[in-house]
């Protein structure tokens, strides 16, 4: 990066970088058309990188983690409880067998409740469903704050990221 204008404040302020013409000319097209200035548009782009890059994949690997179980979890008790066939039941007990492998969670109520569901889905059943799956859910975070010693990077997760210079 260069310093570009007349020496003083001006130059402490503000640099320039050199891009390709062909980038340079397909950001100057996006900022006329959103009406704004070229350096707006690249700051908001790299927030954006930084919030989806450095935030998510480096910051907290174990919430990520118990995060992206919660989800498929629930999405496949999700898909169960809007569908109760044969498929949707293997569905959830290969999430279920993944869970119980990798994190060492208990899963049996929760597939028996399953399978009681797919043969019976009447509103009993699925209540059961609901209270098994998040007692899983309650497990999973288990899991993970348990080990929060193990991985500093869990106990830090309500602290505000710190951008590396």
Known sequence: MGERGKKG??????????????????????????????????????????????????????????????????SSVGELRGNPTKENLEKLMVTCRQINERLKVDVDALLYAAQQYVSNPNSKNRMVLNDAAKAVVLSILSAFSTHSQEHPSFEHASQPHKAAD
Request: aromatic fraction near 16%; glycine fraction near 0%; proline fraction near 5%.
């Open 9 to 74: 404040k001006e130059s402490e302020r503000w640099s320039w970088v050199r891009i390709p013409k062909p980038v340079y000319m397909d950001l100057k097209l996006r900022a006329e058309r959103e009406k704004i200035a070229i350096w707006k548009l690249l700051i908001r782009a790299y927030n954006y990188w930084r919030s989806t890059q450095l935030e998510h994949h480096q910051s907290h690997p174990q919430i990520d983690k118990a995060a992206w179980y919660t989800y498929k979890l629930s």
